[in-house]
């Protein structure tokens, strides 16, 4: 059946949610901001992800609109994050990285030893 030499590890993903389920930040938020960072360029970044313009731009404003916050300003004839932006994009990083972390050792503590050769 498998491998004796197969590894197992947990995966996760998360993404932050209003009280209505909508989506407010996620992998796909971030990777969005990431690359308008990049390209300093909503309609780049759109062609770069392989989404519209107009997709790009409604998830954005959508997450600004339950923010409450600015995620990107205009800058000369292109486009750059903001400050809030790029706190949030680092805070993001770090709630993954404890995530991580923390099922890292709730799966070696609760089932590696079951699954693991």
Known sequence: MGTDNQNFVIRSKIWIEDDHGNVVFGDG???IL?????????QAAAKEL?????????RIRASEERIGRPL???EGR???????ARNLMRRYRELQ???RETSDGIYDDLISDHLDP
């Open 29 to 31: 938020r971030y990777r």
């Open 78 to 84: 292109g486009s750059c994050l903001t400050p809030f």
């Open 50 to 58: 392989k989404m519209s313009y107009r997709a790009l731009w409604g």
């Open 72 to 74: 990107v300003a205009r």
């Open 34 to 42: 990431q690359m308008i960072d990049q390209m300093h360029s909503l």
């Open 97 to 99: 990285s404890s995530i």
